[in-house]
């Protein structure tokens, strides 16, 4: 299995590549999220989308073997699939830094996902209109793992298309679960997807708690007057 690190996405002037794999030294709140979804769906294709840094990804050529296995049914040209793990950075305004985690999405790397799905805050659940129902059980798994999540419906061009609340009433979520239309390969639908995950991560939160306040200090005692301090 080979690491794949993309391109660099971004240049200098003069057309030296920018050095962007480190952090700036200020606050940052930095926020882990997963990207989850059935095989086939866009995962590696949003985080490359949106990533700010050269993704790593982990691909493997699609065999014979796993045909039984990795159905292709709309999916005519995909060759690769991931079996460990896609990771991209963004940090958006304010100085949030959103580290994303994408997950294989066949059910025998399950036990993978629940390791990296580890620490997330949330996660960013991608569905397809062309087989909706294989998105029940990735949105039962987040569940489970106590996750709050959004979906994103990716739009491909042969994805039949159904109204928002259609979708909602049919992937059945709860009312403050956000569902976005998306189109993983646009990097403006796709960070609208992130960024309202984002939100509703830091809106389930719990508040903090104020530090209670300090007891006031003891009354210094009033010295006696010296006629009362005397023995009779």
Not at 45 to 55: G, H, N, P, Y
Not at 110 to 119: K, M, N, T, V
Request: glycine share 8%; proline share 9%; net charge negative.
């Amino acid at each position: 299995m080979d690491s794949v690190r993309s391109g660099d996405r971004t240049g200098s002037p003069e057309g030296r590549p920018n050095r962007v794999g480190y952090l700036p030294d200020r606050d940052q709140t930095l926020m882990k999220l997963v990207v989850a979804g059935p095989f086939g769906v866009g995962k590696t294709t949003l985080i490359r989308t949106l990533s700010e840094i050269a993704t790593l990804h982990t691909e493997e050529a699609m065999t014979e073997t796993g045909r039984p296995v990795d159905h292709l049914a709309g999916l005519p040209e995909k060759a690769t699939t991931t079996v460990a793990v896609d990771f991209g950075r963004l940090t958006l305004p304010g100085n949030v830094v959103l580290y994303m985690f994408g997950t294989p999405g066949q059910r025998r790397f399950f036990p993978l996902w629940q390791d990296i799905a580890r620490g997330a805050l949330g996660a960013l659940v991608l569905a397809d209109t062309r087989r909706l129902a294989d998105s029940f059980e990735i949105m039962d798994m987040v569940e489970e793992q106590g996750l709050p999540y959004a979906v994103a419906v990716n739009c491909f061009p042969e994805s039949p298309d159904h109204p928002v609340e259609v979708l909602r009433t049919h992937l059945d979520l709860h009312a403050a679960t956000p569902l976005l239309l998306c189109d993983a390969r646009e990097r403006g639908s796709s960070l609208d997807a992130l960024i309202a995950l984002a939100e509703h991560v830091l809106d389930t939160l719990p508040a903090a708690t104020p530090a209670p306040a300090a007891a006031p200090a003891p009354a210094a005692a009033t010295p006696a007057p010296a006629a009362a301090q005397e023995a009779p």
